[in-house]
Nanobody
Framework: QVQLVESGGGLVQPGGSLRLSCEAS????????MGWYRQVIGKQRELVAT???????NYADSVKGRFTIARDNARKRVYLEMNSLKPEDTAVYYC??????????WGQGTQVTVSS
């Protein structure tokens, strides 16, 4: 069994910042790629950012220059620093990790709302 637990979502005004965190726990041999996705009701889940265990990060064009992804392998955590938030960033944000031996794993989601 493995769990991914997100935290840090909430309500923020346009132009504001939030920091999301996600921690993996359970029976874990190793963790490969980690990342963040988001979903708006009625739309497909979309990639926000990914970070491999070693190597370069990847961002959706819509968040480049505003969001930063980072990970702490020792603590089995991944973070998403979100700056200059816009109303269109409003979504449920999901943590993702490829966890050995379980495979692709998802968190339960955390709501981010950008509104004045």
């Amino acid at each position: 069994q493995v769990q991914l637990v997100e935290s840090g979502g909430g309500l923020v005004q346009p132009g504001g910042s939030l920091r999301l965190s996600c921690e993996a726990s359970g029976s874990i041999l190793s963790i490969g790629d980690m990342g963040w996705y988001r979903q708006v009701i009625g739309k497909q889940r979309e990639l926000v950012a990914t970070i491999p265990r070693g190597g370069s990060t990847n961002y959706a064009d819509s968040v480049k220059g505003r969001f930063t992804i980072a990970r702490d392998n020792a603590r089995k955590r991944v973070y998403l620093e979100m700056n200059s938030l816009k109303p269109e960033d409003t979504a449920v944000y999901y943590c993702y990790a490829y966890i050995v031996p379980h495979g692709a794993s998802w968190g339960q989601g955390t709501q981010v709302t950008v509104s004045s």
